[in-house]
């Protein structure tokens, strides 16, 4: 019989962004999950903001996973329509910068997927279930543009067509989860400029005509043409998870106009709003200000991996990095500084020598200086409260202190809790949490290491059977002054290291 799916003793919480609160989390159907996340505009390589949203949500794929879901998570590219300042006019991002390098536009499109692959993978991100891109799903970006417009949300005005949000407004909440209101948004906005073909200043492309130099277009009912940004999103969502689905995700910068337009799109078109929870990350800032491309505070992953930047003494780990980022709750703002990743090294450092630890600990008859099943019940609570990282993090802190007493033998362990400790500390460790050991240098030395150790062990019993006590006391004190203590029991000898 197949044991039963964790999710059935867990009671996951989800802070839901657009009604401000934590709510259960049940999903449309039972055991299954649909996850939608805005993935990056492949212009550039990301910089360790983008990389924090996509962490934030690696972390909630983990989860969901380790609870037995079976997750379907969409993460697209955004390789088209994504305009210069988010908005309706202006150049396309990766067009401008296929000008700027005189490249095709698909080539800066390929440079930088590689780099984002590259990146996630350095960060031990668990690849989406699909990845789709704009470019590959013009057709049916232009089949829904068709049925809001034979819905009447949207109008053509000179070869592209907008969506209308005040005739939304009439029977739908545009600016719910956003919290904005459609009178205040007219009320604060100037007059449209001569050159708009929109009708009131909120309304926004689903199809743009392209000017004559306008590389990246294709052809539709109304002109050639590019789709609108917002509208890729609903369309791959839609077409992957369905027009209803669990959960979206995004950077907290996303929140609005982009994932607002996403549910009018939704709505206009399926009759249904089309998300459950919205998900949203904050912001990574150096010098407490946001990370961003535009202003070009930032920082890269490879600067961040090489040490070659003017911000940190010295080069850090990818895990340590993440680490870092798990320290902080993903609805928190999270400062970036050398101090910060450094003491987060110490941190890391202590949670992986412990790990170490618990593999070699000797189990007692009972369990003194801590309760693990009840221990083990709150890391579950940290996590189930909306994927609270740092609180399981002290979790796992409590048992590393637990760990180095039974080490000094100032507590102990029974064999079924030391073995439940084991596999409670793995599994948030490396499966949730998705850190890599970085200080088991490589299994490799670990097992030289050992086997080193063993025949040391075989050659002090020898001298021992033979009497020859000066050289077993050598081999032991010696070993010890090295760090590795010897310890005798009736079952043999085995070691630590301290
Ligand atoms: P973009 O490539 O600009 O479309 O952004 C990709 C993702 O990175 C989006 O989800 C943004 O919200 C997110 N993002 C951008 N800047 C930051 C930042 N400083 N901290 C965290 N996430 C960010
Ligand atoms: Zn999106």
Redo the contacts with the bound molecule.
Sequence with gaps: MAATPLYKTQELKIYNSISGQKEVFIPLTEGNIGMYV?G??VYSNVHL??C??FISFDLVFRYLKHLGYKVRYVRNI?DAGHLENDADEGEDKVAKKARLEQLEPMEIVQRYTLDFHHVMSKFNTIAPSIEPTATGHIVEQIEIIKTIIDNGFAYVSNGSVYFDVQKFNETNNYGKLSGRNLEDMIANTRELSAQTDKKNPQDFALWKRADPQHIMRWPSPWSDGFPGWHLECTVMSTKYLGERFDIHG??M??KFPHHECEIAQGEAACGQTPVNYWMH?N??TLNSK???KSTGNTISPEELFTGHNSVLDKPFDPSIVRFFMMQAHYRSILDFSNDALEASEKGFNRLMDALHVVERLEASSKSEGLDVAAWRSECYEAMNDDFNSPILIAKLFDAVKFINSVKEQKASISNDDLELLRETMKGFIFDVLGLVDSNEVSSDVGDKLSGTVELLIKLRAEARANKDFATSDKIRDELLEIGIQLKDSREGTTFLLN
Excluded: E, F, V
């Design positions: 805005c990056p505009t903001g983008n924090r949203t955004t995004g950077g910068d996303l990350a912001m990574l946001k990370m961003s």
